[in-house]
């Protein structure tokens, strides 16, 4: 039995840690992984909810491991709630270490998105979204 951690959830985005985006240890900012798992949780709440979403908490993240300059970052997600307008995902963000091709957790959390409309008032989640 292979008792290898994998990823929980569908990949959303694939992104190159880039020089560029270091703190002053030389390590990728927090911020910088906090906003690719951002994207990526947004990307699967448009989807779910049909339209646009915004962002409305990020909690329990947790910073496990650091990201390194080259290495490719994989965020996922999965659905964990649906409320009348709002999707809560389990964000996970993975990485494949640029010199030896490890796969490694590195940071994870939950976000919290709401459904609005063109005005930006909430709206409900449509049918399903879990099918979506």
Do not use: H
Not at 58 to 64: L, N, P
Not at 103 to 109: C, H, L, M, P, W
């Amino acid at each position: 039995m292979d008792e290898t951690p994998s990823p929980r959830g569908e990949l959303q985005i694939r992104q190159l840690a880039m020089p560029a985006d270091t703190n002053p240890a030389g390590d990728i900012f927090g911020g910088w992984v906090m906003a690719q798992m951002d994207a990526a949780g947004g990307i699967a709440a448009a989807g779910a909810a049909r339209g646009r979403v915004v962002t409305v908490a990020a909690s329990t993240m947790i910073f496990i491991q650091p990201v390194k300059v080259g290495d490719v970052v994989c965020v996922y997600t999965e659905l964990k709630r649906v409320g009348r307008t709002s999707l809560t995902f389990d964000v996970e963000a993975w990485v494949l270490r640029q010199r030896t091709g490890d796969r490694v957790k590195v940071t994870q959390a939950e976000f919290t998105f709401v459904a609005v409309d063109e005005a930006g008032r909430p709206r409900p989640v449509p049918g399903d979204p879990a099918r979506a």
